[in-house]
């Protein structure tokens, strides 16, 4: 950790009476670095966000005013804020005890689309509308679909320059060559539309049990640097597709029935799979982007892409092959 954040940290939580006796590192995410921030009496969690050049989404921000807005209508299931740094970019939550959430049961797929219903029954209140648009949200289908060509176009560039010619092959053909020769689409999916099942809703964005634990049969919710008001098709397909936890068809189709109920809105499944044709492709991208983690592994390079190539076949025969 770097001595200037150190001291930030320290002068911060000495000012409320908290004392650090150690900094456990968590895990180095990409876009985030997470410590546990242990003394005597409990732990905490320290989050320091990333930034980029040419990236103007304010994580922190994004964070603790998602947070802010959730506790403030008795949200209990998640973290609740220390303290913040804005010029050193760091948060530090409490912590959450509990286990991450592997194999979901049926009870936990549930629980969590209560959650994400329980969001949208305080999308009207004031405070929600100082909440800014979902990081990477648009209001047409087009955009999403060039937004993920884009994504795809730039990976391709690594690939090259780094010398990938075989895995750039597979991505052009199988990815790039899917995107280009999509059709266009009409729908058009703002806030402003009369029909309520094209609104955008509250979300975390980041969906999934990779953000979340399990403690007494509860689950807890944590990392809302994404949230913000979204596109609710994205959010089906996230909810759906996301790589860890892949779900059958049958299943799926039964989650999405109940949440459509908890939400009162009906889900358009012809329009889902339209989402789910081109988020199936900047999923494997993500997917794909793990091979630079360990350099110079050849073993662990064909793991990822085969994990890649397993899930892309795996969304496509289960939503696309009819």
Request: net charge positive; aromatic share 14%; with cysteine.
């Amino acid at each position: 950790m770097d001595n200037s954040l150190k001291i930030s940290i320290d002068k911060n939580l000495e000012k409320i009476g908290i004392k650090v006796e150690s900094l456990v590192p968590i895990n180095t995410g990409r876009n985030s670095l997470t410590w546990e921030i242990r003394n005597k009496e409990t732990s905490y969690f320290l989050k320091k966000y990333k930034s980029y050049p040419n990236d103007n989404r304010n994580r922190l921000n994004n964070e603790i005013n998602f947070i802010d807005l959730l506790l403030s209508k008795n949200f209990k299931n998640i973290p609740k804020p220390i303290c913040f740094s804005r010029k050193y970019n760091w948060a530090i939550f409490s912590w959450l005890n509990g286990k991450p959430v592997k194999n979901p049961n049926s009870k936990d797929w549930y629980r969590l689309i209560n959650f994400l219903a329980d969001i949208q029954k305080i999308k009207h209140y004031k405070k929600s509308s100082k909440i800014s648009i979902a990081s990477e949200t648009f209001s047409n289908f087009n955009s999403h679909k060039n937004f993920i060509e884009n994504r795809i176009r730039s990976f391709q560039v690594i690939l090259k320059n780094k010398g990938f010619k075989d895995l750039n092959n597979w991505v052009d053909e199988n990815l790039t060559n899917k995107i280009m020769n999509y059709k266009d689409h009409k729908y058009i999916i703002t806030p402003k539309l009369s029909d309520k099942n094209f609104e955008y809703i509250l979300s975390p964005s980041d969906i999934g049990f990779h953000n979340c634990i399990k403690n007494n049969q509860k689950l807890y919710f944590f990392d809302f640097e994404y949230a913000g008001w979204d596109d609710p098709y994205k959010q089906y397909t996230d909810l759906i597709i996301q790589p860890e936890n892949v779900l059958k068809l049958s299943i799926a189709k039964d989650i999405l029935e109940k949440f459509s109920d908890l939400l009162n809105k009906n889900i358009n499944i012809d329009l889902l799979r339209e989402y789910i044709y081109i988020y199936r492709l900047k999923w494997t991208i993500i997917i794909l982007k793990q091979i630079f983690i360990q350099k110079n592994n050849e073993n662990y390079k064909e793991k990822i892409f085969s994990k890649a190539r397993s899930y892309y076949e795996k969304t496509e025969k289960i939503w696309l092959s009819d």
